[in-house]
């Protein structure tokens, strides 16, 4: 029972350009999102997050965008570098509940 | 100065076999977590413990006995390893036991079952 789910395993993006990944959930009771990064041989490290009492959360070069009608989130990367590439994480979480559910990771390739 | 730190980071056993990975944290968090990424590269949380307190016991098979001898630290112990057990095993800590909160992680430990 995936509750959250990345269904593209992988993405390759030119260098400079927007890099946009997704992620889809089930559980309409999720009300807060994190993504997270991970670089071969380390453990994830957090990006940034978004509560669903919003739809947009910006950090730098990247934006989080929710839609919670679509149970669909969206990371934009703008623009792309070399050390973006890596594994991206999705995560969800219920407030009342301590637990963080994953998605799968999809892994960003950036080409120079 | 790392953060979470876990050893060991690599561990090949036999099957049958009983192994521990340690974890440290010097964060001062109160909420540690241990996870298991399987081949489907999966992470899922095994268990949380808030103040030396279990809060999260997914169902993992009893042979994984977790052990936090203080808030800094939390052990995963292993009897009787088998195939299946094979995977990336990821401790993190948090500040405390809200979900929303970030998650620090260590390395990982890569356990290879033979």
């Known amino acids: 029972d995936q509750q959250v789910k990345q269904n593209s395993p992988s993405l390759s993006v030119q260098e400079g350009r927007i890099s946009i990944l997704n992620c889809d959930y089930t559980n309409s009771m999720f009300d807060y999102f994190l993504w997270y990064k991970k670089y071969p041989a380390e453990g994830p490290t957090f990006l940034i997050s978004i509560s669903s009492i919003k739809d947009k959360n910006e950090d730098g070069r990247f934006t989080v965008f929710l839609n919670k009608s679509a149970k669909h989130l969206s990371l934009h990367i703008v623009p792309s570098q070399p050390g973006d590439s890596a594994v991206y994480f999705c995560?969800?979480?219920?407030?009342?509940?301590?637990?963080?559910?994953w998605g799968a990771g999809t892994k960003l390739i950036i080409k120079p | 100065d790392t953060a979470v730190s876990q050893t060991p980071k690599y561990l090949v056993t036999q099957m049958g076999n009983d192994k521990s990975i340690k974890c440290e944290q010097n964060?001062?968090?109160?909420?540690m977590y241990w996870y298991k990424q399987d081949s489907k590269k999966f992470l899922k949380i095994m268990f949380s413990y808030n103040n030396k307190e279990l809060i999260i016991n997914e169902t993992v098979p009893n042979r994984f006995s977790p052990k936090s001898p203080d808030k800094a630290h939390l052990n995963l112990h292993i009897n009787s390893l088998e195939l299946g057990d094979s995977a990336v095993y990821f401790c993190?800590?948090?500040?405390?036991?809200?979900?929303?909160?970030?998650?620090?992680f260590g390395p990982g430990t890569r356990l290879t079952v033979l």
């Open positions: 964060l001062g968090h109160d909420t």
């Open positions: 993190a800590s948090s500040q405390d036991a809200n979900s929303y909160n970030e998650q620090f």
């Open positions: 995560a969800a979480s219920v407030r009342s509940n301590y637990q963080l559910i």
